[in-house]
C-alpha cells in the first residue's frame, strides 16, 4: 500500500518569512496529491492540490512543487502571517479512492 | 452551500457499549470517506463508499467496525463493543465523482471510558 512521509514535524518561522514542508510517496500510481490545514480543534481543510500531470501550482502565497520521477512534493507558503500557524498534512492517492496522509507538520510563525 | 456535517459531536460511552456516528455528506456527492485520526495523528483511512456500496472497506481495523450508507447518501459508522482504543476523532469526508477532492466534515469525538 502506499505510504506517505512528511518533514519537518515542527517547524518555526519568523513572521513574513518562507516555510516549506516536504513529503515523499512509495507508490508510483498515485496520481493525486492534496495539502490539508488543521487547526486545533477543526476539521482538515484543504487548501491546495495538484495532480500527476502538473509540475507545479500556485495560488496567491501557497504554491505545491511536484517531482514524480523522484516521488516527492513541497508545500510553499511565502510572506507568512500568523493565521498560518497550524497542522499542515500532506496526502496522496489514486484517482479517487482513499487518501494516505503523511503524519503531519507543526508550523508556527513567530510574530 | 452546506458542508460535510457529522452528528454527535463528541461521544462518551463506556467500554462495552455499541456506537453509532453519522455523516451527512455535501449535497450530490456521491463519493463518501471514513477516516479516524488519532491525538498528534494524521487521518487514517477507514472506509470508502461509492454510492451505496462500500468501494474499499480495507481500513476497518476489526469486525466491530461496519459502516452503511443505504441510500446513497447519509452514512452511519457503527462500531460494536467498544474498547478504550477506540477512542479518536471519526472524521467524515466527502467527493463528487470524478474529481478528487475530498472535503471533511468536523469530526466526532469518540470517548470510550
Known amino acids: 500500500g502506499e505510504n506517505v512521509e512528511q518533514h519537518p514535524s515542527t517547524l518555526s518561522v519568523q513572521e513574513g518569512d518562507s516555510a516549506v514542508i516536504k513529503c515523499t510517496y512509495s507508490?508510483?500510481?498515485?496520481?493525486?496529491f492534496p495539502w490539508y490545514k488543521q487547526e486545533l480543534g477543526k476539521r482538515p481543510q484543504l487548501i491546495i492540490d495538484i495532480r500527476s500531470n502538473v509540475g507545479e501550482k500556485k495560488d496567491q502565497r501557497i504554491a505545491v512543487t511536484l517531482n514524480k520521477t523522484a516521488k516527492h512534493f513541497s508545500l510553499h507558503i511565502t510572506e507568512t502571517q500568523p493565521e498560518d500557524s497550524a497542522v499542515y498534512f500532506c496526502a496522496a492517492c489514486f484517482g479517487n479512492e482513499k487518501l494516505t496522509f503523511g503524519t503531519g507538520t507543526r508550523l508556527t510563525i513567530i510574530p | 452551500g452546506a458542508g460535510v456535517s457529522q452528528t454527535p459531536s463528541n461521544k462518551v460511552t463506556e467500554k462495552g457499549k455499541y456506537v453509532e456516528l453519522r455523516c451527512d455528506p455535501i449535497?450530490?456527492?456521491?463519493?463518501l470517506y471514513w477516516y479516524r485520526q488519532s491525538l498528534g495523528q494524521g487521518p487514517e483511512f477507514l472506509i470508502y463508499f461509492q454510492g451505496t456500496g462500500a468501494a474499499d472497506d480495507s481500513g476497518l481495523p476489526n469486525d466491530r467496525f461496519f459502516a452503511v450508507r443505504p441510500e446513497g447518501s447519509v452514512s452511519t459508522l457503527k462500531i460494536q463493543r467498544t474498547e478504550r482504543g477506540d477512542s479518536a476523532v471519526y472524521l467524515c469526508?466527502?467527493?463528487?465523482?470524478?474529481?478528487?477532492?475530498?472535503?471533511f466534515g468536523p469530526g466526532t469525538r469518540l470517548t470510550v471510558t
Open positions: 449535497s450530490g456527492h456521491t463519493a
Open positions: 507508490d508510483s500510481a498515485s496520481n493525486y
Open positions: 469526508a466527502s467527493s463528487f465523482t470524478g474529481t478528487d477532492e475530498q472535503y
